[in-house]
């Protein structure tokens, strides 16, 4: 058995992700720790999934506030030092990895002090601070996406290897089941599910365009709708759409969808933003998509996302700036009402075998640690 510490942390698509790995990892035998923030997300959903906890206290640098460096700073010093009590007092880890959180600098800092290998995951397109800084010393980083590796040449070390491995999806999503998934949506074989989401806060602009369309949408026979607005677009969604009982049979609005799994498995389109961990999620069930990539993301890193599924012919992409225009009903409509392009669109999205990255990511894991094994 090995020991092995992740970092994660801040965001769902940071700790999904971490935590689809660690589930791999336990199942292959290894003892996993995480190491993140209690006041932050991963404070409830690591130990809601059974790992061990440490808690650490950091905050990120932010350069349009140059005085926030003094307290980052002294945060990180005392998170390196719970990091060396914890270390202390349980053992050594043989192997640590990071997910490109602030959260992960006091762990593999301590790692590359005390020649621990260690492995970054990047789920985005664009680094972020953490994993660029990190990626010098890191024995491998480990990409989502074959577009990412550019982005890390210049920040790794001579010997460090750059491996795309794929998003890690929970076990609970790639297993889902399209026939569970179906009779829990209500759909029958001969139905036709469109799934739309916008990643967990919603999407504002793909609500409205969704809504605008109502007319149309309805009027396809055996169209059902399973429409996620997140919590702060809820209400204002359900007015909008006015459905009326016989309506809100085919249409069903909800705030936020907690199994994820099953939605996707049901679905026989996505219509969503192009977040990393809907980009990888969307993959492993192989459905095929329609992506409105989120406009203000850093360095528009969505965009760059929804061109891994666009050109494996997975997906289409739309700019969030045409959702008003007639382009975004003819695409949405021409592939409701396509079902042969539709099928191609899912071999395509099943030949990217995302439904083995967590596999693929604990392989490269389970590389680094055979030399300096302590505790096998």
């Not at 406009?295 to 965009?303: L, S």
């Given at each position: 058995?090995?020991?092995?510490?992740?970092?994660a942390g801040g965001t769902?698509?940071?700790?999904?992700?971490?935590?689809?790995?660690?589930?791999?990892?336990?199942?292959?035998?290894?003892?996993?720790?995480?190491?993140?923030?209690?006041?932050?997300?991963?404070?409830?959903?690591?130990?809601?999934?059974?790992?061990?906890?440490?808690?650490?206290?950091?905050?990120?640098?932010?350069?349009?506030?140059?005085?926030?460096?003094?307290?980052?700073?002294?945060?990180?010093?005392?998170?390196?030092?719970?990091?060396?009590?914890?270390?202390?007092?349980?053992?050594?880890?043989?192997?640590?990895?990071?997910?490109?959180?602030?959260?992960?600098?006091?762990?593999?800092?301590?790692?590359?002090?005390?020649?621990?290998?260690?492995?970054?995951?990047?789920?985005?397109?664009?680094?972020?601070?953490?994993?660029?800084?990190?990626?010098?010393?890191?024995?491998?980083?480990?990409?989502?996406?074959?577009?990412?590796?550019?982005?890390?040449?210049?920040?790794?070390?001579?010997?460090?290897?750059?491996?795309?491995?794929?998003?890690?999806?929970?076990?609970?999503?790639?297993?889902?089941?399209?026939?569970?998934?179906?009779?829990?949506?209500?759909?029958?074989?001969?139905?036709?599910?469109?799934?739309?989401?916008?990643?967990?806060?919603?999407?504002?602009?793909?609500?409205?365009?969704?809504?605008?369309?109502?007319?149309?949408?309805?009027?396809?026979?055996?169209?059902?709708?399973?429409?996620?607005?997140?919590?702060?677009d809820y209400d204002d969604?359900?007015?909008?759409?006015?459905?009326?009982?016989?309506?809100?049979?085919?249409?069903?609005?909800?705030?936020?969808?907690?199994?994820?799994?099953?939605?996707?498995?049901?679905?026989?389109?996505?219509?969503?933003?192009?977040?990393?961990?809907?980009?990888?999620?969307?993959?492993?069930?192989?459905?095929?998509?329609?992506?409105?990539?989120?406009?203000?993301?850093?360095?528009?890193?969505?965009?760059?996302?929804?061109?891994?599924?666009?050109?494996?012919?997975?997906?289409?992409?739309?700019?969030?700036?045409?959702?008003?225009?007639?382009?975004?009903?003819?695409?949405?409509?021409?592939?409701?009402?396509?079902?042969?392009?539709?099928?191609?669109?899912?071999?395509?999205?099943?030949?990217?075998?995302?439904?083995?990255?967590?596999?693929?990511?604990?392989?490269?894991?389970?590389?680094?640690?055979?030399?300096?094994?302590?505790?096998?």
């Amino acid at each position: 058995m090995t020991r092995i510490a992740i970092a994660a942390g801040g965001t769902a698509g940071h700790i999904n992700p971490a935590l689809a790995l660690a589930e791999e990892l336990k199942a292959r035998g290894h003892e996993v720790t995480f190491y993140g923030q209690p006041s932050r997300l991963e404070g409830t959903l690591v130990p809601q999934a059974g790992f061990p906890f440490v808690p650490l206290d950091v905050t990120g640098f932010d350069r349009a506030r140059p005085w926030t460096l003094a307290t980052a700073l002294v945060h990180m010093r005392r998170a390196q030092r719970a990091v060396a009590a914890h270390v202390a007092s349980a053992g050594a880890p043989d192997v640590a990895v990071g997910f490109g959180a602030y959260v992960e600098l006091p762990l593999l800092r301590w790692c590359a002090a005390h020649d621990v290998p260690y492995l970054l995951h990047e789920q985005n397109s664009v680094p972020g601070l953490a994993n660029k800084t990190m990626a010098s010393k890191a024995s491998c980083v480990c990409v989502s996406l074959p577009v990412a590796i550019d982005a890390f040449r210049g920040h790794v070390g001579a010997s460090t290897q750059i491996v795309v491995t794929g998003n890690p999806v929970r076990r609970s999503v790639v297993d889902a089941s399209r026939e569970e998934g179906r009779a829990h949506a209500g759909v029958t074989d001969g139905d036709v599910l469109l799934l739309v989401f916008g990643g967990s806060l919603g999407a504002r602009h793909l609500n409205a365009g969704v809504c605008a369309l109502k007319d149309e949408l309805l009027a396809r026979p055996g169209l059902h709708i399973l429409h996620s607005t997140g919590a702060k677009d809820y209400d204002d969604v359900v007015r909008r759409l006015a459905l009326s009982d016989d309506e809100a049979a085919r249409w069903r609005v909800v705030p936020y969808i907690d199994a994820m799994g099953e939605a996707l498995a049901a679905a026989d389109l996505v219509l969503s933003r192009a977040g990393a961990s809907s980009i990888a999620e969307i993959a492993a069930l192989a459905v095929p998509s329609m992506l409105v990539p989120y406009p203000f993301a850093t360095a528009d890193h969505q965009t760059t996302n929804a061109r891994y599924l666009v050109d494996a012919g997975a997906a289409v992409v739309l700019a969030d700036e045409r959702i008003d225009d007639p382009a975004f009903s003819q695409e949405l409509l021409g592939l409701l009402d396509d079902p042969a392009r539709r099928a191609a669109m899912r071999a395509a999205a099943r030949a990217l075998r995302q439904d083995r990255a967590a596999v693929a990511l604990a392989d490269q894991v389970e590389s680094l640690q055979t030399p300096l094994a302590r505790h096998a």
